[in-house]
């Protein structure tokens, strides 16, 4: 016969919905191979390519249809930034084999407030890269259907609870998931891009600007180079995304550091290869639409590279396109679901953030994390109504800011270790430390009353949190710290048993209550007095000479009456220590559960606030 104990209705559901839990002996087994590491940390960045050249085209055309042909060389100088920038995060994966996102490198190498600012960066970028890859997937989705755009927050509220609930199954299985959108994302615009090279050579054709907004003013120099720093600035969008690899190491088969490295790398050059190649067909289309992103006929500029590549927007191509392009942009935010709760797992280790965050749940991964960023990145959505041309100016400070001290914060630790190539080594993390603090600049200069100072705010908000969670969590270990002090004697136990009616359930509560040490005392609240003499007369049959205290209620209440006699007990004797043994029936099914009354957690949460009182409910069981 089997004796295990039987699953609630809850945690069949539970199981139902995630899969069985997997114990820690077999986390070596949910490791990923740099095959299924590359869709759960790179989706994030490969995404990008979808928006990040029509960003650099919807700043540049603010100013004049003549600008365009600048977005070029812009993304030419953002492919260079990926290749210096990836290249530093692979000497930061090998620095720190267990994991060295900007939180670690800049905590152990800059200080304390470094570390606060680098990882509170980190939290705001990863909920804005669920809210931005959300919207931008749903704005995909309407470009073939756009009938949708009415109900932009409804589809992405949808789409945040199905990745999350993809990565609450466990790393795994969310690699798996999301191998086929990324690589079929991959392999799709590596074949645009080859038609629509071949159509550019064997075609010409006059480049012409459809509606483009008029340019108020005379072209100044100033201007113009502001422009372009500002649609560099919209451009590094690109980047987001490239830290995630450093940040979850110890996610990836072992040699960890060498398999992430190679991740790494993939990841740079596919980027590099699909960011130019969409950025170069984009200047040879003959008729590109910049419009803006509420008029209804609007189509993204990735969908009008496609449609330029295949001839026809009815191409079955182009769906193919455009519907691998939705998946990866919707899928892109699992890089946050994958590192948002790494990182504050470790935030919440050292104390900065409630230690619920620290704890990984019954399928390995942190789910606690992943909860708290899809409320956020939700909430977010809802606010600025699944708009991605209000969500993107909030996009890539964030990380600036933590590449910058990551890299500053690799710098001071090859100085101090002085290891061989040392200074080889701090030649790349320097030329990156120096790079993303002029983007930094840059971005938040040209972007700050596009919504960037919200960003620049919030970062000295959470730091201030932080701090705050840390100052109380150290004030509660000096509050529980053993010192020599002897600890004052308990100068009296009572034991107060609940009687709301005498049953076999109360007998065995009885005998648990008289196994305490202490006086024994019996209390029924008055509710109904007409049945106060049928009670005290069944009470007298098995009482074991325990007395029975009957307090009148006036008011109908079960909890008022006991707290006022315990509070009278207690002021008469400051030192005694109170349990209150309170009976409690359970039903063996969730439904029966609804008829009964649970007065123990009542109780219990009404007592809590005073010290020295114990409630205990002693479980009958129902059939």
Not at 221 to 250: P, Y
Not at 265 to 287: C, E, T, Y
Not at 371 to 378: E, I, Q, R, Y
Not at 573 to 599: C, F
Request: proline share 4%.
């Amino acid at each position: 016969m089997d004796d295990s104990p039987k699953p609630t209705s809850l945690q069949r559901i539970r199981r139902a919905l995630l899969g069985a839990p997997i114990p820690t002996s077999k986390a070596h087994n949910e490791r990923l191979s740099p095959f299924l590491g590359l869709p759960v940390f790179s989706s994030d960045s490969l995404s990008s390519v979808a928006y990040a050249t029509e960003a650099i085209l919807g700043v540049l055309i603010l100013g004049s249809a003549g600008y365009l042909g600048t977005q070029v060389w812009i993304s030419v100088a953002i492919v260079l930034l990926i290749v210096i920038i990836a290249f530093s995060y692979q000497q930061t994966i090998h620095a720190y084999p267990s994991g060295g996102g900007s939180y670690i490198v800049a905590s152990e190498n800059l200080g304390e407030t470094a570390g606060l600012f680098a990882g509170a960066a980190l939290l705001i970028d990863y909920v804005l890269t669920v809210s931005v890859s959300i919207a931008a997937g749903v704005l995909a989705i309407t470009a073939l259907y756009p009938f949708l755009l009415s109900h932009l927050v409804l589809l992405s509220l949808f789409c945040i609870c199905l990745v999350a609930y993809a990565n609450l199954r466990g790393v795994r299985e969310s690699g798996a998931i999301f191998a086929f959108p990324t690589y079929g994302f991959v392999v799709s615009i590596i074949i645009m891009i080859a038609f629509g090279a071949y159509r550019a050579m064997t075609t010409h054709g006059t480049h012409q600007i459809v509606d483009p907004t008029p340019w108020n003013g005379k072209e100044h120099n100033h201007a113009f180079i502001f422009l372009v720093l500002r649609s560099f600035a919209a451009g590094c969008t690109a980047l987001t995304g490239i830290e995630a690899v450093s940040n979850g190491v110890q996610a990836f088969k072992a040699p960890e550091s060498l398999n992430a490295a190679k991740v790494l790398r993939w990841m740079a050059f596919l980027l590099s290869v699909l960011f130019l190649g969409i950025s170069l067909l984009a200047m040879k289309i003959p008729h590109l639409s910049l419009l803006p992103n509420d008029d209804k006929s609007y189509t993204t500029v990735a969908y009008q590279v496609a449609v330029y590549a295949f001839g026809s927007s009815k191409s079955w191509m182009v769906y193919i396109v455009q519907l691998f392009t939705a998946l990866i942009l919707i899928l892109a935010a699992n890089t946050a679901f994958a590192d948002f709760p790494r990182l504050t797992s470790l935030i919440a280790r050292d104390g900065y953030l409630p230690r619920y965050l620290s704890r990984q749940g019954d399928k390995l991964v942190f789910h606690n994390g992943i909860l708290v960023l899809a409320a956020a990145s939700g909430v977010l959505v809802v606010i600025f109504k699944g708009q991605l041309d209000l969500l993107l100016p909030l996009y890539a400070i964030g990380v600036f800011t933590a590449f910058t001290l990551s890299q500053i914060g690799m710098v001071v630790h090859w100085n101090k270790l002085r290891e061989p190539g040392w200074r080889k080594s701090i030649v790349i993390n320097g030329v990156g430390a120096v790079l993303c603090a002029v983007v930094l600049l840059i971005i938040a200069y040209t972007k700050f009353t596009d919504g960037a100072w919200v960003v620049l705010v919030l970062l000295p908000i959470i730091y201030g949190v932080f701090k705050l969670i840390k100052a109380r969590y150290k004030s509660m270990s000096s509050q529980l710290e053993l010192s020599s002090e002897p600890t004052p004697d308990v100068t009296e136990h009572k034991v107060l048993l609940l009687v709301p009616r005498v049953h076999r359930g109360i007998v065995a509560a009885l005998k648990y209550a008289k196994t305490l040490q202490g006086d024994c005392q019996a209390v029924h609240i008055t509710i109904n007095e007409r049945s106060l003499p049928e009670l005290q007369r069944n009470w007298e049959q098995i009482s074991q000479g325990v007395e029975l205290v009957v307090l009148p209620s006036p008011y109908r209440s079960l909890i008022e009456p006991m707290l006022a006699y315990v509070d009278s007990l207690r002021s008469d004797n400051p030192g005694l220590v109170i349990t209150v043994v309170v009976p409690e029936a359970v039903s063996t099914k969730w439904y029966q559960r609804l008829l009964t009354d649970n007065v123990a957690l009542q109780l219990k949460t009404a007592l809590a606030s005073r010290k020295n009182v114990v409630v205990a409910n002693v479980r009958y069981f129902l059939n």
